[in-house]
Nanobody, 119 residues
Framework: QVRLVESGGGLVQAGGSLRLSCATS??????????LGWYHQRPGGQRELVAE???????VLVDSVKGRFTISRDNTKATMYLQMKSLKPEDTGVYYC???????????WGPGTQVTVSS
């Protein structure tokens, strides 16, 4: 099964930036087939999809992060990214990556990466 490992989180002040990475054990060919997303889980809350990038590169972001977050992928490295700018305290939480539709052949949720934004 394909594994996912998130990284790049940390503690930043409001207004700061972070770049998250989602590395996978997939081959580039396999990775390129999938629509992928970044999920945000606030403390005590549920995971919510905040950004998605399709296999053909179309991106969709929820309103709360539009203009601040950018999702991208590098199929040659089987890695996805989330560039986060103008961070707000409400962006605090754990960020996970995962295919958004077909998850067959993929392992369960990765460990996530913690983002903490101080006011």
């Amino acid at each position: 099964q394909v594994r996912l490992v998130e990284s790049g989180g940390g503690l930043v002040q409001a207004g700061g930036s972070l770049r998250l990475s989602c590395a996978t054990s997939a081959s580039g060919i396999t990775f390129a087939r999938y629509d992928l997303g970044w999920y945000h889980q606030r403390p005590g809350g549920q995971r919510e999809l905040v950004a998605e990038i399709t296999a053909i590169g179309t991106t969709v972001l929820v309103d709360s992060v539009k203009g601040r977050f950018t999702i991208s992928r590098d199929n040659t490295k089987a890695t996805m990214y989330l560039q986060m700018k103008s961070l707000k305290p409400e962006d605090t939480g754990v960020y996970y990556c995962r295919p958004t539709a077909d998850t067959s052949g993929w392992a369960g949720w990765g460990p996530g990466t913690q983002v903490t934004v101080s006011s």
